[in-house]
């Protein structure tokens, strides 16, 4: 069955690329509306549907325009959502990019589970992969598979080379709003001191603090702790369950991926919405 939240919330922050004050607002949607996304400060309060189609390419991360409205940075709060299994809600904001707050996805999910979960009688639209396939980047992939267990598997490789303070990491796990809550809703951004530098130079960030994510330098996080000791794949995934929400479908299947970042991400939700029937199995879970 699909899902909306019980009652309006909301969170403030600021962009970290913009440094502008932000708010959003979750409200409940009818059964049926998916994810979209409001502009209250705009004129006529345009509406941005949470749909690859209106993806506008932009760096390190994932934004949307529909005619003139456009929303920016929107994976942290698409993959909250996702995360939850929440099909249907409305998210006003009032201003272009989407705040920034710790990095993660997790002060999304306290929001939303404030709000509480409701289910709405009506079949939640599924497909399930059915046949392996793997899209490729220079060195980076991504690999989908069917799941023998019917369930949906997440796993990521990292690794940027010898010599980088990340180091290699893999993380793995099955999809569950409990295991999105616990293993990677608090996986936070991250970049490198050098990147970090190179953005404030362009007079982006400005705002931001090394406090507020994972700034690395030779020696590791500067000014904060890691959550976890893969915290950084498992951001990764973080960002694949928000940019797989863009299908505007539940999808079942194995998620392998290597060094992928928003780019793959959308060619993979493109193909996995275009793909003929006899490649993904489509289905309604009503349970």
């Not at 598979?145 to 990292?158: C, D, F, I, W």
């Not at 030779?218 to 498992?234: D, K, M, T, V, Y």
Request: with cysteine; net charge neutral; charged share 25%.
């Amino acid at each position: 069955m699909q899902r909306t939240i019980a009652q309006p919330v909301s969170v403030s922050g600021y962009g970290y690329w913009s440094g502008q004050d932000v708010q959003v607002e979750f409200r409940p949607a009818p059964a049926g509306s998916g994810i979209r996304f409001v502009r209250q400060d705009l004129p006529g309060t345009p509406e941005v549907p949470a749909r690859w189609a209106y993806r506008l390419p932009t760096p390190r991360r994932s934004s949307l325009r529909h005619g003139q409205a456009e929303v920016q940075m929107v994976e942290h709060i698409l993959a909250a959502l996702y995360g939850l299994e929440i099909d249907n809600c409305q998210v006003w904001v009032s201003g272009e990019e989407m705040p920034g707050l710790d990095g993660s996805a997790w002060p999304f999910v306290e929001a939303l589970q404030q709000a509480g979960i409701v289910v709405q009688p009506v079949c939640r639209p599924t497909k399930r992969i059915t046949q392996r396939f793997r899209l490729t980047d220079g060195d980076s992939w991504i690999e989908v598979r069917p799941s023998p267990t019917g369930q949906t598997v997440l796993e990521y490789h990292l690794d940027y080379g010898p010599g980088n303070p990340i180091g290699r990491q893999l993380f793995r796990t099955v999809l569950t709003p409990e295991t999105f809550r616990r293993e990677i809703a608090p996986a936070r951004t991250f970049l490198l001191r050098q990147e970090a530098e190179a953005l404030l130079a362009q007079g982006i960030g400005l705002r931001s603090r090394p406090e507020d994510l994972l700034v690395f330098d030779a020696q590791g996080p500067i000014h904060n702790r890691l959550r976890f000791p893969e915290e950084c794949a498992r951001h990764k995934l973080l960002d694949l369950v928000g940019d797989l929400a863009l299908a505007g479908h539940r999808v079942i299947g194995e998620f392998v991926a290597f060094r992928s970042g928003h780019r793959l991400n959308a060619e993979l939700v493109q193909i996995l919405d275009r793909l003929a029937d006899e490649d993904l199995q489509s289905m309604k879970q009503c349970a």
